[in-house]
């Protein structure tokens, strides 16, 4: 039995669905169906989910909603009549709607999740329709009902042990399932959606649980590449990979598969497959546990910006007991977490996702470091991107970051940190956002342009 994920592009208008709906036709073992929201239709496209967060706010500002709320009903009215579908469906979509905005708005965050996760709500009640006029046997089942209970956190929720038992029973439905991604149910029964991106989890979380032999996550793109396609000009495709690396990666930039969708499956040791919609003959890639890596230590370079770093001196810190705790505390009081933390005998850096501070924050952090903890020196600095190079075999192969450092100082940037992670398959570079572009394709030469494919 397979789990299949269709991603926000692959379910993006009529045209997509019917690809959707050949592809579990052509594979009797293609049991579960998990889909997104629909997605961007063209570059300049809004996702329905980026939709829906827009009607969420104005309602919330107490402005006529009106116009967002429309935006969002046209999407699914175009996708059900060009699927020949009665015009019911949206009509019922809209009420659905207007019942989510007219909801409790006391707390925000649980308002905004409610209307975020009808994107994928109604897309699989829909999708599920569809596939019965057909005749396909398939049924919409909604989370809440299928037992997929996750943490009480609105936004960014995780699923709950006993949610894998309950969603065990999924095995047993005849037909095809068409489970909405994105969100599930706290313990007082909830909506509560996963972060951005979240529909990856939900495959992977039915994937575990049900034992699944593959968890398929469909996309727009024949393979996971060396590096985003949108940077570098036709990188090479990689054929295999671990659950390790493609982790690192995706948490480093690689937004084709969610970071936090790696573990369920990895625990579960269901292997992923990432295929494309559009192309579902293309073999794509495998992620697994292990690979053969002696012939590409690297097997893949990511890069993200929206980086900030919080520097820290004083004169013998390397000799003040805590020191290094109270200053994450005092981080943590501002509920913010961190990603590296290179340092000296007498200086420390804390790197933090920007969006993370505002100025009162930052203003607070620097009275506090200056008060409590003493220091000589505090300032904040933004703009930073980080680039991480991943791979098994790197750890064993001399070198390396030779090799980057030179690529890097080459394409004219300076390096600001470096930062060899403990998992030992990762090695970052701390740089301006600036050069990103420029430091990611000179990494990509240097490291891959004599590779024809990868993790073979
Ligand atoms: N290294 C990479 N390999 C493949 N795709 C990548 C990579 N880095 C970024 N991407 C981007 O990820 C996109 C697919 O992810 P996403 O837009 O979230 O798809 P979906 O709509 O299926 O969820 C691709 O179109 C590609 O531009
Ligand atoms: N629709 C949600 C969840 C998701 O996974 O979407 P996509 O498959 O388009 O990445 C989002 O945009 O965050």
């Known amino acids: 039995m397979k789990v299949c994920k269709f991603g926000g592009t692959s379910v993006a208008s009529a045209t997509q669905i019917k690809k959707v709906a050949a592809i579990i036709k052509e594979d009797a073992t293609r049991k579960i169906v998990v889909v997104s929201a629909p997605g961007k239709r063209f570059d300049d496209d809004i996702k329905v989910t980026d939709l829906l967060i827009s009607l969420a706010e104005a309602s919330l500002s107490g402005k006529d909603a009106e116009e967002e709320l429309q935006a969002v009903v046209e999407r699914y009215a175009d996708i059900a009549a060009e699927l020949g579908l009665d015009h019911e469906i949206a009509q019922v979509i809209e009420q659905d709607l207007r019942d989510r905005i007219s909801q ?68 047993d439905r005849k037909g095809i399932v068409v489970f909405p991604g994105f969100f599930g149910y706290s313990k007082d029964g909830v909506m509560m959606t996963f972060a951005r991106g979240g529909s990856d989890i939900t495959g992977s979380i039915l994937a575990a649980a049900i034992g699944a032999e593959l968890y398929e996550n469909f996309t727009d793109v024949d393979s996971v590449f060396a590096a985003n396609p949108k940077i570098v000009d036709q990188p090479v495709e990689i054929k295999r990979m671990t659950y390790r690396e493609m982790r690192e990666l995706s ?17 579960h040791s269901v292997p992923v497959c990432i295929k494309n919609t559009n192309n579902p003959s293309a073999e794509g890639t495998m992620i697994v546990a292990e690979r053969e890596y002696s012939n590409s230590p690297v097997i893949g370079i990511a890069a993200d910006g929206g980086f900030s770093t919080i520097y820290v001196s004083k004169y013998l810190m390397n000799r003040e007991l805590g020191f290094g705790r109270r200053l994450l505390q005092i981080l943590e009081e501002e509920e913010i977490s961190y990603e590296h933390t290179p340092s000296g005998i007498d200086d420390l850096s804390v790197i933090v996702r920007s969006h993370q501070l505002s100025p009162e924050k930052e203003e607070r952090i620097i009275q506090k470091c200056r008060e409590d903890l003493k220091v000589d020196d505090v300032h904040i600095e933004h703009h930073f991107a980080m680039v991480v190079l991943v791979g098994e075999g790197m750890n064993n192969t001399k070198g390396l970051t030779a090799r980057a450092t030179t690529a890097i100082s080459q394409a004219g940037a300076n390096i600001e940190m470096i930062n060899q992670g403990s998992s030992e398959v990762s090695l970052v570079f701390g740089i301006k956002e600036e050069d990103t572009t420029n430091v990611l394709r000179a990494l990509y030469k240097e490291f891959f342009s004599t590779t024809a494919v990868l993790g073979v």
Do not use: C, T, W
């Open 251 to 267: 948490y480093a930039g690689f937004s084709v598969f969610h970071d936090e969708a790696l573990m369920p499956a990895f625990q």
């Open 104 to 171: 409790d708005k006391e707390n925000r965050d649980l308002f905004i999740d409610q209307l975020k996760a009808s994107g994928e709500d109604n897309n699989a009640k829909l999708i599920a329709a569809y596939f019965s006029s057909i005749g396909l046997e398939a049924e919409y089942v909604n989370p809440k009902d299928a037992g997929l209970i996750v943490s009480d956190e609105p936004g960014r929720a995780r699923a709950l042990p006993e949610a894998y038992e309950n969603l065990r029973n999924l095995r």
